[in-house]
């Protein structure tokens, strides 16, 4: 069972706030990454990191930012959401090689 | 980088009959392979895994998959689906050897007919 929590599952937003979406886990993986998914579509890379204080941008440019102070913590933050933001954002994590573990995702709607 | 290709965006299948689901990778390097599923509303599941040794790799819910490395294919097959097999799957790799990043195909939607 994979210990990688995010939060919220479900959000509905105005135009111009700033939201944070949640990431941990708990298995001390010091890989993590946030992807965007549309409905049925495919999963886009828009930020990473290979451990703390490390961040990097992804395939898919994004106007959200990500942070790494601690291990098992991963957020992403929009300082203005736009209807152009909704979407489903999942957050995995993985050691070396191995797979990585997903996160439930946070479906993001912006209105 | 090394692309992960899925052949087919959708598959409709009836119940009890066997499926194949089609991913090929663009590179001959050594390479690491997953198939993942995602139910609806819900995020990746990893299915198998191939990281060196037999080329048959058995996975979860009766799934497996052969790594040909002649071919460059990691085809997932499943020789008798169910309904709750119905999902979306998604073949990944690394882009380039030494990468820790993940390369997703774009996903296959099964659909199991009853």
């Known amino acids: 069972e994979a210990d990688i929590y995010q939060t919220p599952r479900y959000l509905v937003i105005g135009t111009g706030k700033k939201i944070t979406l949640e990431c941990s886990q708990t298995?001390?993986?010091?890989?993590m990454y946030w992807y965007q998914q549309d409905p049925g579509m495919e999963l886009h890379l828009i930020h990473y990191?290979?451990?703390?204080?490390?961040?990097e941008k992804g395939d898919l440019s994004s106007e959200s930012t990500v942070s790494r102070i601690r291990t098992e913590h991963f957020p992403l933050t929009l300082e203005s959401a736009r209807p152009s933001h909704t979407s489903q954002y999942l957050c995995?994590?993985?050691?070396?090689?191995?797979?990585?573990?997903f996160g439930q995702g946070t479906r993001l709607t912006v209105v | 980088a090394q692309s992960v290709t899925q052949l087919d965006s959708q598959v409709p299948v009836f119940e009890e009959a066997p499926v194949e689901l089609r991913c090929n990778y663009s590179s001959s390097v050594s390479v690491y392979l997953f198939w993942y599923v995602q139910y609806p509303n819900q995020g990746l599941q990893l299915l198998l895994k191939?990281?060196?040794?037999?080329?048959l790799v058995k996975g979860i819910n009766g799934f497996e998959a052969e790594f040909n490395k002649s071919q460059t294919s990691f085809h997932l097959r499943k020789p008798s689906v169910h309904i709750s097999d119905t999902a979306e799957y998604f073949c990944?790799?690394?882009?380039?050897?030494?990468?820790?990043?993940?390369?997703f195909g774009k996903g296959t939607k099964l659909s199991v007919i009853p």
């Open positions: 995995a994590s993985r050691q070396g090689n191995t797979e990585a573990f």
């Open positions: 191939y990281l060196s040794g037999s080329t």
């Open positions: 298995m001390g993986h010091d890989k």
């Open positions: 990191s290979y451990g703390v204080n490390s961040t």
């Open positions: 990944a790799a690394p882009p380039e050897a030494g990468s820790y990043q993940l390369t």
